[in-house]
């Protein structure tokens, strides 16, 4: 079987994002003017790639971060079990480690290897991964989609790497994670790797 490649990209900036506002998968954002620029460079790099299909999770965000590849004509699919991680209660709301004991308490739960951990009406990463399951053996078994460009969430992406990769939820932390930032994984049939970690050089500024 030819290795299949994956492009794992994270949606474009929003107002949410520069405040520090929680969005999760309950705020349904448009992506601001510097998202839809890092959505334009990222096409201007690689609208050239013959992707087979276009995924995106059901929120607005991830859509508009690939909208001009929609607008080739591309297969595309919206999946729920995309969507970012339910932060609850806190969701529209701003929080920081520094000045949020239960948020600080609940990701170092997380690091600790506590991954049932939640914020008050929120998901914890193991149900996240329980929802994304589904879109993981879809991923494996359409063989015949070469090449796809997968958008989502940063939080749903550490547990999505997590899980191709087969590493427990506690290490997500180490996949960080920007806006517009790409993960390129081979996958061979069997085996997901990486082959771009954190890449953001299509949003480098000509010099």
């Given at each position: 079987?030819?290795?299949?490649?994956?492009?794992?990209?994270?949606?474009?900036?929003?107002?949410?994002?520069?405040?520090?506002?929680?969005?999760?998968?309950?705020?349904d954002s448009s992506l601001n003017?510097?998202?839809?620029?890092?959505?334009?460079?990222?096409?201007?790099?690689?609208?050239?790639?013959?992707?087979?299909?276009?995924?995106?999770?059901?929120?607005?965000?991830?859509?508009?971060?690939?909208?001009?590849?929609?607008?080739?004509?591309?297969?595309?699919?919206?999946?729920?079990?995309?969507?970012?991680?339910?932060?609850?209660?806190?969701?529209?709301?701003?929080?920081?480690?520094?000045?949020?004991?239960?948020?600080?308490?609940?990701?170092?739960?997380?690091?600790?290897?506590?991954?049932?951990?939640?914020?008050?009406?929120?998901?914890?990463?193991?149900?996240?991964?329980?929802?994304?399951?589904?879109?993981?053996?879809?991923?494996?078994?359409?063989?015949?989609?070469?090449?796809?460009?997968?958008?989502?969430?940063?939080?749903?992406?550490?547990?999505?790497?997590?899980?191709?990769?087969?590493?427990?939820?506690?290490?997500?932390?180490?996949?960080?994670?920007?806006?517009?930032?790409?993960?390129?994984?081979?996958?061979?049939?069997?085996?997901?790797?990486?082959?771009?970690?954190?890449?953001?050089?299509?949003?480098?500024?000509?010099?």
């Amino acid at each position: 079987m030819k290795p299949r490649t994956i492009f794992l990209l994270r949606h474009g900036q929003t107002d949410f994002n520069v405040r520090g506002i929680v969005q999760g998968s309950g705020v349904d954002s448009s992506l601001n003017d510097t998202g839809r620029r890092q959505a334009a460079q990222f096409f201007a790099a690689y609208g050239h790639v013959p992707f087979n299909k276009v995924y995106t999770s059901a929120l607005r965000r991830t859509q508009e971060s690939v909208q001009q590849f929609l607008d080739l004509g591309l297969p595309h699919e919206a999946h729920s079990g995309l969507n970012e991680i339910s932060w609850g209660v806190r969701e529209g709301t701003r929080i920081t480690v520094e000045e949020d004991a239960e948020y600080r308490q609940v990701l170092a739960g997380w690091v600790a290897g506590d991954t049932h951990a939640r914020l008050t009406g929120g998901e914890s990463p193991e149900e996240v991964a329980a929802r994304q399951r589904p879109f993981i053996e879809l991923l494996r078994t359409r063989d015949d989609e070469e090449t796809v460009l997968v958008c989502m969430h940063g939080r749903a992406m550490r547990v999505m790497l997590c899980q191709l990769l087969n590493y427990p939820l506690s290490r997500m932390e180490g996949f960080e994670h920007s806006n517009l930032c790409l993960y390129k994984l081979e996958f061979t049939g069997t085996v997901f790797t990486v082959k771009n970690f954190l890449d953001v050089s299509h949003l480098q500024e000509p010099a």
